[in-house]
């Protein structure tokens, strides 16, 4: 996929979003493309198909999409159809979010536990966030669930990571008896 080109877009898009002051109606558009596509796989299908026409691609994103999007949205998709690029549509939603986040102060703590998180565990987890990246920023948490974490939680926030799983543990354990031995 071409990131650059998708890059490229979505800068666009969100600088003409913040001149117009839709950036937060775009940014809730630009949410649920990103979402959708991840969980069509028609929707996928159709987007990256070489055999179909970018107009009939055009015509299926506003089918789906049409009737909530902003009209700087559905701009996007014209352009996009134009320029024969319908298939970045997903990677420019998803660069979209990660420009306004930044633009927001916004930062993204993925959390990924065995079990879905409580309100009590979600807050700890924030002031554990709050703390790696400073006051000033803004918290959102993502809960990603595996249960073969067996327990504890991996927090992920950029490049940091503190990983206090179970399964983790044990594997500290088991390289620290093989060295010794």
Known sequence: ??????????????????????????????????????????LQQVLKSPILENTLKKSAV??????????????LFGLLAENKRMELLQAIATQYQTLYNTQKGIVKAVVTTAIALDEALKTKILQKSQEIVGSGKKIT????????????????????????????QLQKLKRDLVENN
């Open 141 to 168: 948490i993502e809960n990603k669930i595996d249960p073969s974490l067996i327990g504890g939680f991996v927090l992920r926030i950029g490049d940091v990571q503190v990983d206090t799983s179970i399964v983790n």
């Open 62 to 75: 506003d089918a789906v999409f049409g009737k909530n999007a902003q009209p700087l949205t559905l701009k």
């Open 1 to 42: 996929m071409n990131t650059r080109a998708a890059n490229r877009y979505a800068k666009a898009l969100i600088e003409l979003a913040s001149q117009t002051h839709q950036e937060d109606a775009v940014y809730a558009d630009m949410q649920n493309i990103a979402l959708s596509i991840v969980a069509s796989k028609d």
